[in-house]
């Protein structure tokens, strides 16, 4: 085995990119997206503003074709995300709505997304980025208007209409122990005491090298496997302030190595996906300007430090 996904693979993990539709004209990036992962994540297709863009009017377009891609190239799909309070179309953010309106709606498109993608897709990020920092919850549009319960309707409506794709949670700064990840860790336990088909965290993994290498993530991951649920990495980046440079460079080899470690040391961890493989591609730069260099592949799609320190551990 030579690849990414075929070294993960005999640990009984996969490790995948995210990808994005205007890359699907790049054919030295779709090269490597398809033959060295063994997974992918559409990194907006899924979302609710591409896929609901008018009420009740679905498009499934651009998550076909990175679903299509998938299957031609072998790799499983990640399923990101049904109810998030980002990238949500204009009629759904532009009025208010009841209670009761808003649960229909939230159902009509979770299951209508859901069932479209039904047995193509091995897990959904049902509920994306619910709480804040010190783990309280978020006060979304859905959080205002329904109250907490969306999150446990959220992951039924998704049950009754795929029941074999595996249903997460996934928010970012919860890779290491700390009062975030500290309440979704409440939050999962008490799910599954209900009865809620919650069966998996995600952790994005959006690190910066300015911040630290968060503490204690092998720990964090056993301590959500230990209440029954998967874990995946569903996001990993690692990002620097510009310009890059050797020394920041073999710096975050050593991070991607250490987390991957981390993922490779629990059973329940079940894969690593990048968001999205090469700094060509990068949300990084448009987000946090000053910053970047975040992926395992330059600009130019060759392989950085990064990339041998993953190899190097699968
Ligand atoms: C990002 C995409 O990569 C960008 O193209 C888009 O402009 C904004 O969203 N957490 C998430 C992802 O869950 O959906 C985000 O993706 C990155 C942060």
């Known amino acids: 085995p030579r690849t990414l996904g075929e070294l993960a693979k005999k640990h009984h993990k996969y490790f995948g990119s995210a990808t994005d539709n205007p890359e699907f004209t790049d054919a030295a990036y779709l090269k490597l997206l398809g033959s060295e992962f063994g997974q992918t994540t559409p990194g907006n297709a899924m979302k609710w503003y591409a896929t609901e863009p008018e009420r009740g009017v679905f498009d499934f377009t651009a998550a076909d074709e990175v679903v299509a891609f998938a299957k031609a190239h072998r790799q499983k799909v ?5 109810v998030w309070h980002s990238q949500l179309p204009a009629w759904l953010t532009e009025r208010t709505w009841t209670a009761d309106e808003l649960r229909a709606v939230l159902k009509h498109h979770i299951q209508t997304v859901v069932r479209h993608y039904k047995g193509k897709v091995i897990h959904w990020d049902v509920v994306n980025e ?21 999150i446990a309707d959220a992951l039924r409506w998704a049950h009754e209409a795929d029941r074999h794709a595996k249903l997460y949670l996934n928010d970012y700064n919860v890779d ?21 088909p919650v069966e998996g965290f995600g952790i994005q993994g959006h690190l910066a090298l300015q ?23 569903t996001e990993l980046d690692i990002r620097m302030n510009l ?3 050797q020394e920041k460079l073999a710096t975050q080899a ?7 470690r981390a993922c490779l040391a629990v059973e329940k961890c079940v894969g690593i996906t990048l968001w999205d493989y090469t700094d ?6 448009s987000v946090f300007p000053g910053e970047g260099a975040a992926l395992p592949y330059d600009e130019d799609l060759r392989p950085k430090p990064a990339y041998h320190a993953i190899k190097a551990v699968l």
């Open 243 to 245: 310009p890059a440079t």
């Open 130 to 150: 619910a709480l804040n920092e010190d783990g309280t919850y978020r006060e979304t549009l859905f959080y205002k208007t329904l109250g907490p319960g969306y």
């Open 78 to 82: 990640r399923g990101h995300t049904l």
């Open 280 to 285: 060509k591609y990068s949300w990084i730069p």
């Open 176 to 196: 290491g122990i700390g009062p975030k990840s500290d309440a979704y860790h409440a939050l999962i336990k008490q799910l599954k005491a209900d009865g809620v």
């Open 211 to 233: 911040y630290g290498f968060p503490a204690d993530v092998r720990q964090n991951i056993q301590r959500f496997a230990d209440l029954g649920v998967e874990v995946a990495i």
């Open 254 to 260: 050593t991070w991607y190595a250490d987390y991957v």
